[in-house]
Nanobody
C-alpha cells in the first residue's frame, strides 16, 4: 500500500510557475499509473495529467503545452511542472496512484486510482 504526500503548492501570479511534488512511501511506484488531479470551485475532481511506468504521458486538454508530468523511480516521486499558470488553474491538486500495477490506458478514470494524497493548494491570481 502506497502513501502519497503532495507539496509545492502556493500562491502565484498568472503566468508564473510552480512545481508540485508527490512523494510516495510504503511501496514503490514502479509499474503504477500515476496521475495528478485537481479540484477547483466546481467541487469536481478532474484529471490533469497521467504517466505510466514506461513514461507515456497523457495530458488533459486544459493543460496541454503548459504542464509537464514526470516521474523519478529512483526517488519514488512524481512531479507536475506547471508553467504559464492561469487563474482557472487554481484549486487543490492531488496525486494518485493506481490500485495495482498497470498501464494508464488511453483515458484514465478516477476509479483506476486507489491511493490518493491529501492535496496541495494552488492559487493563481490575475
Amino acid at each position: 500500500q502506497v502513501q502519497l504526500v503532495e507539496s509545492g503548492g502556493g500562491s502565484v501570479q498568472a503566468g508564473g510557475s510552480l512545481r508540485l511534488t508527490c512523494a510516495a512511501s510504503g511501496d514503490t511506484i514502479f509499474g503504477r499509473c500515476m496521475g495528478w488531479f485537481r479540484q477547483g470551485s466546481g467541487n469536481v475532481r478532474e484529471g490533469v495529467a497521467y504517466i505510466d511506468d514506461r513514461g507515456r504521458v497523457i495530458n488533459e486538454d486544459s493543460v496541454k503545452g503548459r504542464f509537464t508530468i514526470s516521474r523519478d523511480g529512483a526517488k519514488n516521486t512524481v512531479y507536475l511542472q506547471m508553467d504559464s499558470l492561469l487563474p482557472e488553474d487554481s484549486g487543490m491538486y492531488y496525486c494518485a496512484a493506481n490500485r495495482q500495477p498497470s498501464n494508464c490506458g488511453p483515458r484514465p478514470q478516477k476509479s483506476l486510482f486507489g491511493a490518493w494524497g491529501q492535496g496541495t493548494e494552488v492559487t493563481v491570481s490575475s
